[in-house]
């Protein structure tokens, strides 16, 4: 059974970079061919998708956050990591990693627990 | 960007009632339709994929219908460990959007 598991800090100073790592265990990333993206969801609010990276590197990142986003994968440690720089109060949210279902489908399951990043000096 | 709506915002139901949640998409979106539960505290879980495939591991009075713009996630009996928020989630064009969510409370 796939798990993944988000880690990072959970609070962030304004302009600096948030930075988060997901972990996936009870299958390789090597040998699957599934999406791996991050989502967020402000306190109170709805879902938005961050981005993906693919198993063999490629990403898409939502337009809104392109400009500060980067996602990157290290396959040998099982692991997909996000960066987001110049961070406002505005990117405090809970952050969750997830896998898509399939390969041919963009939607997500399973899910990481979700880290809460508070942006704050 | 597609949008992604949702009616009602809440509904309040008996146990054993039968529920019914309405997507919409601002565009066609064939069926690249997902439905999400998520409760306090707790990531989403995925219940419905492709409009009307079940995610395995989902009790079967969840079902999804529907193609286009227009869909649907029907509870044919509704259960005390129902209650939480839905959201649906288009999954055909980036950046992928989910819709605003539909809270489920038991009566």
């Known amino acids: 059974q796939v798990q993944l598991q988000v880690s990072g800090p959970g609070l962030v100073k304004p302009s600096q970079t948030l930075s988060l790592t997901c972990t996936v265990s009870g299958d390789s990333m090597s040998r699957s061919f599934y999406y791996w993206s991050w989502i967020r969801q402000n306190p109170g609010k709805g879902l938005e998708w961050i981005g993906y990276?693919?198993?063999?590197?490629?990403?898409y990142y939502n337009p809104s956050l392109n400009s500060r986003l980067n996602i990157s994968i290290e396959r040998s440690k099982d692991q997909f990591s996000l960066k987001l720089s110049s961070v406002t109060a505005a990117d405090t949210a809970v952050y969750y990693c997830?896998?898509?279902?399939?390969?041919?489908?963009?939607?997500?399951?399973?899910w990481g627990q979700g880290t809460l990043v508070t942006v704050s000096s | 960007d597609i949008q992604m709506t949702q009616s009602p915002s809440s509904v309040s139901a008996s146990v054993g009632d039968r529920v019914s949640i309405t997507c919409r998409a601002s565009q066609g979106i064939s069926t690249w339709l997902a439905w999400y539960q998520q409760k306090p505290g707790k990531a989403p879980k995925l219940l419905i994929y492709?409009?009307?495939s079940m995610q395995s591991g989902v009790p079967s009075r969840f079902s999804g219908s529907g193609s286009g713009t227009d869909f649907t996630l029907t509870i044919s009996s509704l259960q005390p460990e129902d209650f939480g928020t839905y959201y649906c989630?288009?999954?055909?064009?980036?950046?992928?959007?989910f819709g605003p969510g539909t809270k489920v409370d038991i009566k």
């Open positions: 492709a409009a009307s």
């Open positions: 989630q288009q999954a055909v064009s980036f950046p992928f959007t």
């Open positions: 997830a896998r898509s279902v399939t390969s041919a489908d963009n939607c997500f399951a399973p």
């Open positions: 990276i693919s198993y063999s590197g490629t990403t």
